[in-house]
């Protein structure tokens, strides 16, 4: 589970990007995520995002088997726009058959299914939203040509890990982001068996986010995916919450800062390219809006329970 940015607090965690970036559960089971969410969701005053945290006293109240009746839930497919079908559209046929398994099951729970594609300006991206980097990672199959990670991405890296290094980082003489890359480029044998362009790139920003282009990246960020994307599609559509396909949905989610569960949806196997695999899992991902954790954990519940798609990692003993 990845809940909303400010829930739980950040506080010690090696930062990436604080406007999209938090910790959240693990679990093997819905109720067991609950349960540890009443926990980790408190306010610290070494994370100011918690200030405006919004929960309930007890996240496993109301977990029942027909949490799913008369919900809405969209789907962002619809066959009569296959254009800007960008969720489920490229789905490998494997995935497709599991999600239009899942999807069945939530109709016979109760759901009201609502097919109907993302608004097209919610596609992550927009000027200005991405760097380009060129790929010196030795091991990378497209080693030489051009990367265009976010803008977002890379300055708060350098912000943020400057802070955390800091703040947290003791008995040791790397401080900042520029100390990593010099240790890094002294230990090149150990540290760069995957280069470090990400680094590099961050290392030439500020540091302090003050950046005209930061500015307008992040807020470009906010409109397509925030504004423009789930808040416009769920309002639009009267949606309590949205499923996406795997981690397919994490990106627009990540960048509002809203949360989203992912619960186990069942196994695949093959690669794109027609390549045998051993079977791995797949997951089904029911993501809201902001502080919407306690009804997206009460419909991952009931699909839980309902498709019985986990199964234990073979040769392990139980917990």
């Known amino acids: 589970m990845k809940p909303t940015v400010g829930l739980i607090s950040r506080a010690g965690i090696v930062p990436i990007s604080h406007s999209q970036d938090t910790a959240g559960p693990m679990t093997r089971t819905v109720r067991d995520a609950a ?8 306010n610290d005053p070494l994370d100011p995002a918690t200030q405006k945290q919004r929960r309930p006293a007890d996240y496993t109240a109301g977990l029942t088997r027909d949490a799913m009746k008369g919900v809405r839930i969209g789907v962002p497919s619809d066959h009569v726009d296959p254009l800007n079908d960008c969720y489920y559209g490229k789905l490998p046929p494997k995935s497709a058959k599991l999600m239009t398994e899942a999807i069945q ?12 594609s993302m ?18 990672n030795p091991l990378s199959a497209h080693k030489g040509t051009i990367a265009r990670p976010p803008v977002v991405f890379l300055y708060e890296l350098k912000h943020d890990l400057n802070l955390y290094l800091k703040e947290w980082a003791t008995n040791t003489d790397v401080k900042t982001m520029a100390d990593i890359v010099a240790f890094n480029e002294a230990n090149a044998g150990r540290a760069l068996r995957f280069g470090q362009d990400h680094f590099l790139a961050a290392e030439m920003t500020r540091g302090d986010l003050s950046e005209r282009e930061y500015k307008s990246a992040r807020a470009m960020d906010l409109l397509s995916a925030k504004t423009r994307g789930v808040d416009a599609y769920m309002s639009r559509h009267k949606l309590d919450a949205v499923l996406f396909p795997g981690a397919y949905g994490a990106a627009i989610a ?7 569960v992912m619960v186990p949806g069942g196994f695949v196997s093959g690669t794109d ?6 079977d791995s899992p797949f997951g089904v991902t029911f993501a809201g809006r902001a502080w919407s954790e306690h009804k997206l954990l009460r419909l991952a519940y009931a699909y839980e329970q309902a498709s019985a798609k986990r199964k234990p990692p073979p040769g392990l003993p139980a917990l």
Do not use: F
Request: no cysteine; charged share 15%.
């Open 273 to 278: 390219d027609g390549k045998d695999t051993p």
């Open 254 to 260: 990540a960048r509002a800062g809203y949360p989203s």
């Open 35 to 42: 349960l540890l969410l009443n926990v980790l969701a408190a």
């Open 119 to 136: 608004p097209t300006s919610g596609w992550i991206g927009g000027p200005g939203t991405t760097m380009a980097v060129l790929n010196r």
């Open 105 to 116: 099951v939530l109709e016979d729970l109760g759901a009201v299914v609502v097919r109907a």
